[in-house]
């Protein structure tokens, strides 16, 4: 019997959940068009149900029809869609909630300008196909205006509509929650959890509610709407789950305050009382946003601490006697479990963690190692800012569960793993997960690949525990692990398949000078066989390049980038792009784009602007090359048996952390 405190049952309102283990809402992009719940995320939550997740709740769900790419259950035609989640989920034992929300702007009246421009638009394409070209100029130019002002009022109402709705607008959105409440309920959905962000959270917020009626001014007001939409949902459902999302305005290291809509620290202590009393079944305590930033409640590593807002929620708990969710950098299973036992929360919602492995209950139950989330921001926060769906860089089923799932070996097979970066290993794990019996090699003393190099500039280190689970699980599948050496063509060839994952090598700018002593690679930096001092000019703006001046920077060089694009750190999340540009700005860090290196001197570097044809030179004591990478050559000479290549040696580009660990499962997925 599993003594786990995650694995405990927790009553709610009138109902109970069969563990402690919470999905919370994210934004997923995997509906449909209209909001209803297609293949895509129907398998996606289902999936986390078979992992044995206790309540998952769907994010941002709209009650009106936005153009905003959400959930949406604005009309009872959806309905079906949520019924058939909700249905697959009970069949194992796992509530579905919706999260109620409704955006800061005026729905309708933006909605109706972006449907005009596109009627528009439609009238311009039909003159065309006309022949009037007079007539499609016309229309084209009013469906830009309209659309133009369209974004316009968008602009001023996330600022300026919590304050200037009317009573009557705030009256029509109160009753189209409560219809899309009964609606949920008619689907079969076990819980409706409010979302305390967005409007509710910009009318309880005194930095964003200007109001001076009755829903603005004092604390006790500026909670009015919301509690009055607590009691319209409880008169529409009362007896479904009710959970408030409570977002709280922290404070950073620095002392400026993170987040704008919801409440400080002591206002959402009293409302909190005022949510129980209204009815509430269960508050989650998370992080205030309307910064713009996904990162203030998202955080990639290395930013705020772990689990930052659980003080808050723990101060929150001792005040009222209805469950208490804590999110945000839980991470691990141990950190779930000790926030149980020491009492300062009564749930655990594993948002990024389930993204990366959905089995975290059912692993708990069994005792298996469970691949533990980077909070890198790459697949996730990143493809939500970008309008793609979510997945997560180590998971390489996330979007396509109803397709992807590793499947069960053709009898006995020898695999060969040439190579113990993180493609490599996941190839490994994945063909011995099917069955087969593998070997990995690695002239390499440990493996991990480059992980280990991109874990050494600042805030990086957190990505180590992606090695750190294959440490844990190879070992369980029984996976020899030969390092420091080479792999023989006999042994190659006494296996059925042989998969190639030698990786890359850093690449040296041909340039004149490009072989001087005072040229070195970001590689040979971050792996410590080189160090530099004094002044560096890092070529390459890119990821690594940096990554690599911040950890310069560090090491207290003075540091210039030099790079041939029109900007540095492209690519790079946008949750983690801000903390990079404020480092550079105090550090004084020269940023020399649309600059082309063309010869490397003793005391310094020449270069050319490719805009300007202006010749300059930047003085430094260090050159560090971080232009990039190749993969490095592997002869299949002599080998008898099929060969596959993943990770950075599997095309003419290198590979990011997510390909690799794509080409790895795919490549042993397919023998």
């Not at 003080?311 to 839980?330: D, F, H």
């Amino acid at each position: 019997m599993n003594n786990s405190l995650l694995l405990q049952p927790l009553k709610v309102g009138s109902q109970t959940l069969k563990n402690r283990i919470m999905f919370p809402p994210l934004t997923t992009g995997y509906e449909e068009r209209d909001g209803s719940i297609g293949e895509r995320s129907f398998h996606f939550y289902e999936r986390l149900a078979k992992g044995g997740v206790s309540y998952i709740v769907i994010g941002d769900v709209a009650p009106v029809n936005t153009a905003s790419p959400t959930p949406k259950l604005c009309d009872d035609r959806q309905i079906p869609s949520f019924k058939r989640l909700a249905d697959a989920v009970h069949t194992y034992d796992c509530k579905l909630a919706l999260q109620i929300f409704h955006p800061e702007y005026d729905v309708p009246g933006v909605g109706r300008m972006i449907m005009g421009a596109m009627a528009a638009a439609k009238e311009a394409e039909a003159a065309k196909a006309a022949g009037d070209m007079t007539l499609f100029e016309e229309k084209m130019a009013q469906s830009n205006q309209v659309r133009t002002q369209a974004y316009q009022k968008l602009h001023h109402d996330m600022l300026h509509f919590v304050t200037e709705a009317t009573i009557e607008q705030l009256m029509e959105i109160k009753s189209a929650i409560a219809a899309c409440a009964k609606r949920a309920k008619a689907a079969g959905v076990d819980a409706i959890e409010v979302h305390g962000d967005r409007l509710l959270g910009s009318l309880c917020s005194s930095l964003l509610n200007h109001r001076e009626d009755s829903y603005g001014g004092s604390l006790e007001n500026r909670v009015r709407y919301a509690l009055e939409v607590v009691t319209a949902i409880k008169e529409a459902v009362p007896d479904l789950i009710l959970e408030y999302k409570l977002p709280i305005i922290t404070t950073n290291t620095d002392g400026s305050m993170r987040g704008k809509g919801g409440l400080f620290p002591e206002e959402a202590k009293k409302f909190a009382v005022l949510l129980e009393e209204a009815g509430v079944d269960m508050i989650q305590v998370a992080q205030a946003n309307h910064t713009g930033n996904m990162g203030d409640t998202i955080p990639p590593m290395g930013t705020v601490p772990y689990n930052w807002t659980l003080p808050i929620a723990q101060e929150i708990k001792s005040l009222v006697s209805v469950p208490i969710v804590t999110v945000g950098r839980v991470i691990t299973v141990e950190a779930g479990e000790k926030i149980l036992q020491e009492g300062q929360a009564d749930m655990i919602g594993y948002g990024r963690s389930l993204l990366t492995d959905p089995d975290i209950a059912k692993k708990v139950e069994a005792g298996e190692p469970i691949r533990t989330c980077l909070n890198c921001n790459k697949g996730c926060v990143d493809a939500i800012q970008d309008r793609r769906y979510i997945s997560c860089v180590l998971n390489a089923e996330n979007g396509d569960e109803a397709t992807i799932s590793i499947h069960q070996g053709e009898g006995e097979k020898k695999v060969v793993v040439i190579g113990a970066g993180i493609a490599g290993l996941e190839a490994a794990r994945v063909a011995a997960k099917r069955g087969y019996q593998v070997q990995i090699y690695d002239t390499a003393e440990k493996i991990g690949g480059q992980i280990l190099l991109a874990a050494v500039p600042p805030r990086k280190s957190e990505i180590l525990r992606a090695v750190e689970y294959y440490e844990k699980i190879l070992p369980t599948l029984g996976i020899t692990i030969k390092l420091g050496q080479t792999c023989d063509l006999d042994t190659m060839n006494q296996a059925d398949t042989v998969i190639v994952a030698v990786g890359a090598e850093n690449v040296i700018l041909p340039v004149t000078g490009s072989d001087a002593k005072n040229v070195v690679s970001a590689w040979d930096i971050l792996a410590g066989k080189k160090t530099v001092s004094g002044s560096c000019a890092v070529i390459g703006g890119g990821l690594v390049g940096t990554e690599t001046a911040e950890y310069l920077l560090q090491q207290g060089c003075k540091v210039s980038i030099v790079e041939m694009l029109d900007k540095i750190a492209n690519g790079e999340s946008s949750t983690i792009l801000p903390i990079i540009t404020k480092d550079f700005e105090e550090h004084q860090v020269q940023q020399y784009t649309n600059t082309k290196v063309t010869t490397i001197l003793p005391s310094g570097v020449e270069a050319i602007n490719t805009k300007t044809q202006e010749t300059i030179t930047i003085p430094c004591d260090y050159v560090v090359m971080a232009v990039g990478s190749k993969k490095l050559p592997f002869s299949t000479d002599g080998i008898t048996v099929p060969v596959k290549f993943v990770g950075d040696c599997s095309g003419e580009k290198t590979a990011s952390i997510t390909e690799a660990i794509r080409s790895g499962y795919h490549a042993a997925n397919e023998i």
